[in-house]
Every structure is written in structure tokens, then in C-alpha cells.
């Protein structure tokens, strides 16, 4: 499959099956995530993987969205290892660089025939609360991963793209 079919094809899946992921199509996710670019290649990202009974139970008390998937990742970025552009005030791109790694997880996740679903819906001081997370852990994202059940589809506007007039202009 094409990159261009891939990333067309791939939908948020919001509701999965009982299905557990297996550990090589996990770990082939992971690897995306840490062969995705950083800013100067700091790699600040941090990904814990949720899928304890004890921490399914705290992310569904943390948020609405993890739609029954069997395992979550938390997206994290290490403040203290981001790097710091000096040229703009208190910016640092660890946001950012955990943004690129979670897109890359979303991906291989779908070329392994994985659904996945960006939920940004948490409160991070909860979330950093639940998972005893140090204060230079910063999250971002949460990722349910798993197989979208029989009767999931995508959402409504989700084939709905934008004329490029709207997005793109050339200077």
C-alpha cells in the first residue's frame, strides 16, 4: 500500500474488539514511534504503555475516549530533554516532537491492521497524578490501540478534505 493510501485509508477508530494486541505487532509500533524525527534528534518522547487491569481502570476514569480498546499509550514528552529554540521565547518543541512520534505509531498501527484514535480529552494534571509521572514528563496524547470491532466505521466527515485553496498558499 501506497503512503498516500495508507494515510487516506486510516480512520479514529472508536470502538474495538475484545481482540489482544500481539506483542511483535506492539513492538513494531514502538519502533515507529522511535525511528519517527525529533528535533535535533533529542528523542524526548516517552511511551508508556497502559494495559494492566489497574491502569485500563485508571485511564478510563481519566477520560471518556478510549472506546474499549485493550491497551492505551501515553504519549509523553521529557521537558528537560526537548530542545529549546533560542530564537523564540520559552519554546521548547517536545509537544511537537511527541506529536510526529504519535502520528508514526498511529500509522504502523494501521499497516498492521490496528485501529487507533488521538484523544487529547484528559486533564494532564490528572493524568500525571494517575501515573506518578515526574513533573518534567509532560503528556500529550493518549492512543487506544486495537482491532476496530465488526461494526466500526469511521466518522461522519471523516472523508471530508479541504480545497487547497483553504490550506496551502504559495508565497
Not at 31 to 40: D, E, H, N
Not at 103 to 123: D, K, P, R
Amino acid at each position: 500500500m501506497s503512503f498516500y493510501d495508507l494515510a487516506k485509508a486510516r480512520y479514529s477508530v472508536r470502538k474495538f474488539s475484545d481482540k489482544k494486541i500481539e506483542q511483535e505487532k506492539l513492538d513494531k509500533i514502538l519502533l515507529a514511534g522511535r525511528i519517527a524525527p525529533t528535533a535535533k534528534n533529542n528523542q524526548p518522547q516517552r511511551v508508556y504503555v497502559l494495559k494492566s487491569a489497574d491502569a485500563m481502570e485508571k485511564v478510563n476514569k481519566l477520560t471518556r475516549c478510549v472506546y474499549g480498546a485493550p491497551l492505551v499509550l501515553l504519549v509523553c514528552y521529557n521537558e528537560t530533554e526537548a530542545w529549546h529554540n533560542p530564537q523564540r521565547e520559552d519554546y521548547n518543541t517536545g509537544e511537537v516532537d511527541a506529536s510526529i512520534v504519535c502520528t508514526h505509531m498511529m500509522l504502523e498501527a494501521w499497516e498492521q491492521g490496528i485501529g487507533s484514535c488521538w484523544v487529547g480529552v484528559f486533564s494532564d494534571k490528572e493524568v500525571s497524578a494517575a501515573f506518578n509521572l515526574p513533573e518534567h514528563i509532560k503528556p500529550v496524547a493518549l492512543l487506544p490501540l486495537g482491532y476496530a470491532a465488526a461494526d466500526a466505521e469511521p466518522a461522519p466527515r471523516h472523508d471530508e478534505i479541504r480545497d487547497e485553496k483553504e490550506t496551502v498558499s504559495y508565497l
